[in-house]
């Protein structure tokens, strides 16, 4: 007996989508590798920005930016500083998710790799507090505020021409190289810190800690150059027109009663968007931001350590990534999602636990177990899900506002809420306690969330 999940796949598989009649030519074909190279690229640049800040953050900034601080504060203020480019974020994908929607996904790729790759290169020119004061950490918001605002357009919009680009039924492991982009990101950032670490604490402190912000530039460079030749998605091209007409139909036909009841009932999926991305992306900012500073600044344990976890979880996410996506195809997006929850809620308290050991074999294979989960697999499941989830008339905007919203509620703000919880305690239970709540209700929020697995992106209404 067929099951409500698989009937509805079968559904949407056999429906003669605009992506697969495109796939079916060798020019369309073309277009779509173009564009998984563009989207990959573009995404291993923005998570490069952020795991070289994080990393910065916890190993070098508090030094360069705060230097009269304590460890624990100069933790705290530097991380009041990452939280600013996730304020940011929602602005930009408010404003670029309108503009995606309404003039194409190509417009704003280009525009976002521009901002976001200028933003992180003069954040490398940044001179430091001993030179100009308070101007230094002054700047420092600024630019994370302005990369995040350009951040806030760029995972989504390649999330969702992925999808609209991608086959129905392989849209989950073609959609997790979204996921691979910023393990490439994250892989690239590690590297490049681990090298630099090496350097003797002066050097590292005066003009090293800026290589890698500088180097960014040329990722930035080849993504604008790929992107300028990218072809707008089939799924938009093919119902642009209809939209707008159907569009100037409702506003002139519904009254105003109906449209404020639709909103709320569109706005269900919205918010299980929401509820999802907390569920991943604090546990994941968590994992890959507050344990790196902690087992720098508070355990002291050697920064190599720390720097070598990160690089080791790179690597693995390349097997990692794409096996979620392919269990997402072959079981759903839901149940897998679920899954990787509840691994994080039992993670949180044993995490810490073996991190106060200080060893460095311990510590080095809990910070790749956090980030596998966390910022690895259940990433992987969400990019194919997130466009499932909603409708083609506002997917890019409704999708990328509610990730946004979701990272300031978690992402955005866990690092700084767990460092107050470390100068508040002194222990680091609390911090445990966040960090399974946030998996807590990622894990909740699937039981109230549709299966999409292969549907129709055609489609004008959301899932729910």
Known sequence: MSTPQSVAQDTAMSANSAADERLATPEGRKDFWRATFSCWLGTAMEYADFALYGLAAGIIFGDVFFPEATPEMALLSTFATWSVGFIARPIGALFFGWLGDRKGRKVVMVSTIILMGASTTLIGLIPS????????????????????????????????????????????????????????????????????????????????????????????????????????????????????????????????VEDTRGFWRRSRAFLTMVGLRIGENGPSYLAQGFIIGYVVKV????????????????????????LAGWLSDRFGRRITYRCFCLLLIIYAFPAFMLLDSREPAIVIATIVTGMGLAS???????????????????RYTKMATAKELGSILSGGTAPLVASALLAWTGHWWPIATYFAVMASIGFLTTFVAPETRGRDLNAPEDAI
């Open 129 to 256: 507090y001993a030179s100009i004061g308070l101007w230094a950490p002054a700047c420092l918001v600024l630019l994370r505020f302005s990369q995040g605002f350009g951040a806030g357009a760029e995972l989504s919009g390649g999330t969702v021409m992925l999808g609209e680009y991608a086959p129905a039924q392989r849209r989950g492991l073609v959609s997790s190289i979204i996921a691979l982009g910023s393990n490439s990101g994250t892989l690239l950032a590690s590297l490049v810190w681990l090298a630099v670490v090496q350097m003797d604490q002066q050097s590292l402190q005066e003009w090293g800690w800026r290589i890698p912000f500088l180097c960014s530039s040329l990722i930035a460079l080849v993504a604008l150059w790929i992107r300028r030749h990218l072809r707008e998605t089939p799924v938009f091209e093919r119902k642009k027109a209809e939209l707008e007409a159907e569009r100037e139909q409702v506003l002139a036909a519904a009254p105003v």
């Open 299 to 322: 355990l002291a344990v050697d920064k190599s350590v720390a720097t070598t976890a990160v690089f080791i979880a790179s690597l693995l996410g390349f097997l990692i990534i794409p």
């Open 376 to 394: 690895l697999g259940i990433f992987g499941v969400q990019a194919a899900w997130g466009v499932e989830m909603f409708g083609v008339h506002h």
